[in-house]
């Protein structure tokens, strides 16, 4: 089954360019458009799509608002955040609302298409300037310095104990940025298995994706 994606900009000419692209893909299919955050949401109710590829400033609600909505209305909906900003207070915001990836818009198309690909996996494609920023946030995080409601686990030793000692291996290499083809690699074990302990992780400790599962790994020095 192709992976079925809702294109969410307000600006007409590029959304009508990345619908057009989009389709070109044999393994995506575009189900829906809309040009502002409140369409987005009717949208997404509407055709339940696998990926949704969402602008970030748009008039009414923006992006960050959108993704605190769908996140509780749509969860089986991955959001890949296709924008021309970087701006900490964006990346900040949409980490704490649960969007799974984060591209500027003057990325390769070939890497917006990956990123679809990759949400709907399961994982995470963030922008490499933008993971510079999210980087500094962690850091940030484990010093004290930056403080938000959503980034705040309560103690880790105590959450750490409903995982098996593989678990928390994999929780780890999760929080420096391995991929589950890595995770293969390094553990000697195959993906599918891999799959299966990220997925025990994700159940027991109650994450969304794997970001707020990298935020929770630095904080409880794993990484």
């Known amino acids: 089954m192709p992976i079925r994606v809702l294109v969410v900009d307000d600006h007409a000419l590029f959304r009508e360019m990345m619908l057009h692209a989009l389709e070109e893909e044999e393994d995506l299919q575009v189900v829906g458009e809309a040009a502002d955050g409140v369409s987005a949401l ?26 605190r909505h769908l996140v509780r209305s749509c969860p089986g909906t991955k959001i890949v955040v296709l924008t021309a900003y970087d701006e ?9 609302a649960g969007a799974t990836g984060y591209l500027l818009k003057e990325a390769p198309l070939a890497e917006v298409v990956r990123a679809i690909r990759v949400a709907w996996s399961g994982e995470s494609l963030i922008d490499p300037r933008v993971a510079h920023k999210i980087l500094r946030m962690l850091a940030g995080l484990t010093s004290g310095q930056v403080r938000g409601p959503n980034l705040q686990p309560p103690p880790e030793c105590a959450r750490l104990e409903a995982l098996t000692e593989r678990e928390v291996e994999v929780l780890g290499l999760v929080g420096r940025g391995l991929n589950n083809k890595e995770l293969s690699e390094r553990l000697v074990i195959g993906e599918t298995t891999v799959k299966t302990h990220v997925a025990n992780i994700m ?21």
């Open 42 to 67: 009717e949208a997404c109710l509407r055709l339940l799509p696998d990926v949704c590829l969402l602008d970030l400033e748009m008039p009414g609600m923006n992006g960050v608002e959108v993704t």
């Open 88 to 96: 900490d207070r964006w990346i900040y915001e949409l980490v704490q």
């Open 203 to 223: 159940g027991k400790l109650g994450f969304r994706d794997r970001i707020e599962m990298v935020l929770f790994a630095v904080k409880a020095g794993l990484v």
